[in-house]
């Protein structure tokens, strides 16, 4: 039996995303205290606080989903040094209507993967401001940006580097005691 529920949001909407094979094996490698989840968000309309009044069923969806989870991870890659727009998009439905965030006090953390080397460092910064403004309790160590090069992640999520999947189920582990550090002192709402 799982401990947390972590929902997990895949940056690119790319059918062959790296990133998503990132997030394969980052469920696969996470310990059994945590049960993994995807939030898609692909469906959403631009935000607009138009909407704010009556959201659409699949905003309110969406906010359910993040509010049934006790951590949300952000596995990204990095556009234009910054995220993915759609990612973006996602994140002000999140938090919107004024007063209704579903990020607040919702653990979180972000990993990302890149065919550069210096992975998605530059994309998370602009991640971690933003989350911050949410009120989203970061996990800033450690720091995880990966150099992803063909053949290091299969589509089923096997690592085929043991460094690289050592790391990631490191990441993972750390992961899973930030959460309970983090519910410890904001605990879950029942």
């Known amino acids: 039996m799982s401990d947390f529920k972590v929902g997990y949001f895949v940056g690119s909407l790319a059918t062959e995303s790296i990133n998503r094979k990132l997030a394969n094996a980052l469920v696969r490698l996470a310990p059994e205290e945590l049960e993994m989840t995807e939030i898609p968000f692909r469906d959403l309309p631009l935000y607009s606080y138009d909407y704010d009044a009556d959201y659409p069923p699949i905003a309110r969806e969406f906010k359910q989903a993040i509010a049934e989870v006790d951590a949300v991870l952000f596995v990204t890659p990095e556009y234009n040094r910054s995220l993915p727009g759609g990612l973006k998009n996602a ?96 605990p879950r709402p029942n």
């Open 91 to 186: 994140i002000d439905w999140a938090s919107r209507p004024y007063g209704q965030n579903s990020f607040t006090r919702k653990p979180s953390a972000i990993i990302g993967a890149s065919p550069g080397s210096i992975g998605t460092a530059v994309g998370q910064q602009h991640l971690k401001a933003i989350l911050s403004f949410c009120n989203s309790p970061m996990m800033n160590a450690v720091e995880a940006y990966i150099h992803f090069t063909p053949g290091l992640i299969s589509d089923d999520g096997d690592v085929s580097v043991e460094s690289t999947r050592e790391f990631l189920r490191s990441f993972m582990a750390e992961f899973r005691g930030f959460i309970g550090r983090v519910l410890s002192v904001y």
